[in-house]
């Protein structure tokens, strides 16, 4: 089976600082996805990598994609306020199963 | 443009109950995934509908079962409610057309809070 790894699982930064949320997983995939949660609220779609090498940029997040290292990193730049969410990788095989990491919860703090 | 709507959205039952969740795919989309969300975890993928028929399913036992309309829309039954099914149920639909899988990202419901006393 699949298994996605995403660490930290708990993230506290300074407005204005730079991290990156890193994402692992298990096998072959060529399809990563990159989803945000906020509490008590659904899944939103962020990132679609779909080849080696990829790279998104949207606002003060850049994601990439490494399939050799099977390695995906979602980079938050200049952090604010309103990035506090949880952030979710996942990784769909052939059969269009997502695989789910176990999340990243972000807290921005003033 | 409606996205994809679940109901309930809060529903409380017992354990050895049997509850039917609701789900109907976004407009255009022709593919129903069901996930359950533990509390602080992220969702572990249930099943998938297309055609309505089940193409593809996770780890879950036969107690959790589902059904796709000719509408896309599904529904997701689970019998025998155990405590351990207290969850966060998401709805996610995708389109895949003739193709066999897509690349396009799931859309999720605001799903149903479910919780077993």
């Known amino acids: 089976e699949l298994k996605v790894e995403q660490n930290p699982l708990f993230l506290s930064m300074q407005e204005g600082k730079n991290y990156t949320i890193y994402c692992n997983y298990s096998?072959?995939?060529?399809?990563l996805y990159w989803y945000r949660q906020d509490p008590g609220k659904s899944l939103e779609s962020l990132f679609v990598l779909l080849s080696n090498g990829a790279v998104k940029q949207e606002g003060r997040l850049m994601a990439s994609l490494d399939t050799k290292a099977r390695l995906s990193t979602l980079h938050i730049t200049a952090a604010v306020h309103d990035l506090s969410a949880t952030y979710f990788c996942a990784v769909s095989n052939t059969g269009n199963q997502f695989y789910f990491g176990t999340g990243t919860s972000l807290t921005v703090i003033p | 443009d409606a996205g994809v709507t679940q109901s309930p959205t809060h529903l409380i039952k017992t354990r050895g109950q049997q509850v039917t969740l609701r789900c109907s795919p976004k407009?255009?989309?022709?593919?129903v995934s069901w996930y359950q969300q533990a509390l602080g975890q992220g969702p572990q993928f249930i099943f998938q509908?297309?055609?309505?028929?089940?193409?593809q399913r996770g780890n879950f036992p036969d107690r959790f079962s589902g059904h796709q309309f000719p509408n896309y829309s599904s529904e997701l039954n689970v019998n025998a409610l155990l405590l351990g099914d207290s969850a966060l149920y998401l709805c996610?639909?995708?389109?895949?057309?003739?193709?066999?899988?897509?690349?396009?990202?799931?859309?999720f419901g605001d799903g149903t809070r479910l919780s077993i006393l």
């Open positions: 407009s255009g989309h022709d593919t």
């Open positions: 096998t072959t995939s060529d399809r």
């Open positions: 509908y297309y055609e309505e028929e089940e193409r």
């Open positions: 996610a639909s995708s389109y895949t057309g003739q193709g066999r899988y897509s690349n396009q990202p799931q859309h």
